[in-house]
C-alpha cells in the first residue's frame, strides 16, 4: 500500500503537479492542479444552484478558545494544530538563538497564541451562526471553502496537512438537517459520476460525539450519522474517503447554543468536498493532462 502511495506522490512530483516543501502532507500545486480544484468548485457551486446559501469565506484558523468549545480536543487531539510566537524579553531571544545555533529545540520557549488551526471548515460557521440569535423559519445554509490542517503526515499524497475543503451546512429542526443531508448524498454521486469516476457511498464512524468518541462510532455506525463518497485512488481495495455527509443530531446546536425559529436547539449537517483528494482522483484517472480527458469530464469541471 505505502509503496503505491509513494508512487503515486513521486509521479505527482516529478510532473510537477505537487511542488515538494521537504515535509510529508505539505506541497505546493501547480497551475494545472489549481485549475482542476477551480473545476470541482464550479461544479459544486453549480449544483447548489439556487438553494441560496449564505457564502462565507474565513482564514485557516479560529479561535483557540472556539476549538475549545467544539470538542475536537476530546475526539481527535493527535490531529490538532495551535499556533504558537515568541513573546519573550531579549534575554529570552537571546538563549532562543543560542538554542538554535547549537541545534536544541527553540521552539520551547514559545507560546500558544489565540489562534488555533482550523480543522475542518465548517467549525468557523457554528459560533457565528449561534451569535445571531434564533434562526429565520427556513433554517440556516452556509457556504464555506478553506484550508484545514490535520496532523496526519504521511507519504498518501491524498492525506495532506494542509488541504481545502468545500462545504455546506445546514442548520434548522432535525428535518431540514436529514433532508439536506439526503439531497447532497444524491447530488454528491451525480456530480462525481459526471467527473467519470468510480465511486461507492458507504457509512463511516467519525468521533465527533467526543471523549465517548470511541464508544460512539459504534453506535454513530449504526445510526448512520456519517456517510463518505470513496473513489479508488491508489487501491481498488482501499478506496479514498472524497466527501462526507455529516449529521451531528443536535450536538453541536447544543454546544454552540443555536436555536430554531421555534426556539428549540438546532439540528446540523454538513456535506463537505476534499478538493485535493478528488483533484488527484481525476488526475489518477484520467491522466496528467487534463486537455487531452473526455470532453463529458471537461464540460462538467468548466475546463
Ligand atoms: P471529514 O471532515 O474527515 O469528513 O473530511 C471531509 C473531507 O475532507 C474528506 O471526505 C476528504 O475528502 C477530505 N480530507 C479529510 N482529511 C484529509 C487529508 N488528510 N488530506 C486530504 N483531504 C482530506
Ligand atoms: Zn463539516
Known sequence: MSDAHRAYRDELLQHGLLISMGVDGLYGRSPVFEQIVGGIDHAFSRAAGADGAETMRFPPGIGKAQLEQSGYLKSSPQLVGTVHSFMGLDRDHRAMIETLE???????????????????????????????????????????????????????????????????????????????????????????????????????????????????????REDALKFELLVPITSNEAPTACASFNYHRDLFGRTWGVRTAAGEVAHTACVGFGLERITLALLKHHGFVPAKWPAKVRDALGL
Not at 481545502?164 to 436529514?178: F, I, K, N, S, Y
Request: hydrophobic fraction near 40%; include cysteine.
Open 102 to 220: 547549537k541545534g536544541g529545540d527553540w521552539t520551547a520557549g514559545q507560546k500558544t497564541t489565540q489562534v488555533a488551526l482550523t480543522p475542518a471548515t465548517c467549525y468557523a460557521v457554528y459560533p457565528v451562526m449561534a451569535a445571531r440569535g434564533p434562526l429565520a423559519e427556513a433554517g440556516g445554509l452556509v457556504d464555506v471553502r478553506g484550508y484545514c490542517f490535520r496532523h496526519e503526515p504521511s507519504i498518501d499524497p491524498a492525506r495532506l496537512q494542509m488541504f481545502r475543503q468545500r462545504e455546506h451546512v445546514r442548520l434548522g429542526t432535525e428535518a431540514q438537517a436529514l433532508d439536506f443531508r439526503a439531497l447532497w448524498i444524491e447530488r454528491a454521486q451525480t456530480i462525481i459520476g459526471s467527473f467519470g469516476l468510480p465511486f461507492e457511498v458507504d457509512v463511516a464512524n467519525d468521533p465527533f460525539f467526543g471523549r465517548t468518541g470511541k464508544l460512539l462510532a459504534t453506535s454513530q
